[in-house]
């Protein structure tokens, strides 16, 4: 149960089934190979240095507990990996790179905290979701666009920004405030349920719309557009 800083200086440090908890004031820093078995943070601080690292056990982070890692430095789930934001938890630090790349890789945002992500994919991508009636969760990118090859449910939040270029290739569920501020090219089923401001492009590629509006309103402002 941690109560101060705590600092691992002496080369990397294996993680195995690891819990961390104690009070907000614990800093925990450390350098990793790989994520590879179950990490929990609760209520403290784990940060992290190093270079690029892989996710392949599951990070739950819960409480007011934040997950930092390095501005560098991108940390890849891979599709035996997820890393779940409950309660109140954030990322600390600099807005982190995160890059999902297979099917089965998942991105919990279950967190009522503002939050920050620089959201990279590739390959096949991986889940998303988002459900905390008060989250408040921006995605933009440093690789130029990002891809959907999984379901990406916004299940619940106050807001969600997605402010890169987005390809929809796979099922979107939005149950929850929206702003679009890139240019959005949807292949699949885009389910709109609440309120969708678009301040760049939408465009629906297929001779059948795939956007769905079932409920809240479509904002298109200034000089975006909306083709379907």
Do not use: H
Not at 15 to 35: E, F, K, P, Q, R
Not at 67 to 74: K, M, N, V, Y
Not at 186 to 210: A, G
């Amino acid at each position: 149960n941690c109560q101060n800083g705590v600092s691992f200086t002496n080369g990397n440090v294996d993680l195995s089934s690891t819990v961390i908890s104690g009070a907000s004031s614990c800093d925990v820093s450390m350098t990793v190979t790989n994520i590879d078995s179950s990490l929990t943070i609760t209520n403290s601080n784990l940060v992290l240095s190093g270079g690029d690292k892989s996710i392949s056990g599951d990070i739950v982070v819960q409480g007011s507990g934040t997950f930092q890692i390095p501005a560098s430095s991108e940390y890849t789930i891979t599709d035996t990996g997820s890393l779940t934001l409950n309660d109140g938890a954030s990322f600390g630090g600099a807005v982190p790179k995160i890059k999902l790349t297979d099917a089965n890789s998942e991105l919990n945002f279950n967190s009522g905290a503002t939050i920050q992500v620089k959201l990279r994919t590739a390959g096949t991508s991986g889940k998303l979701g988002v459900n905390n009636a008060t989250a408040a969760l921006t995605i933009d990118s440093d690789q130029g666009s990002i891809v959907n090859s999984q379901v990406w449910a916004f299940s619940q939040c106050a807001s969600s920004v997605v402010a890169v270029d987005w390809t929809i290739n796979k099922q979107v569920d939005q149950n929850c405030p929206m702003l679009l501020s890139d240019d959005v090219t949807v292949n699949e089923l885009f389910n709109i349920n609440s309120d969708l401001t678009v301040t760049s492009s939408l465009t629906s590629e297929q001779t059948s719309s795939f956007l769905n509006c079932n409920s809240g309103s479509i904002s298109v402002t200034g000089s975006a557009s909306l083709s379907s």
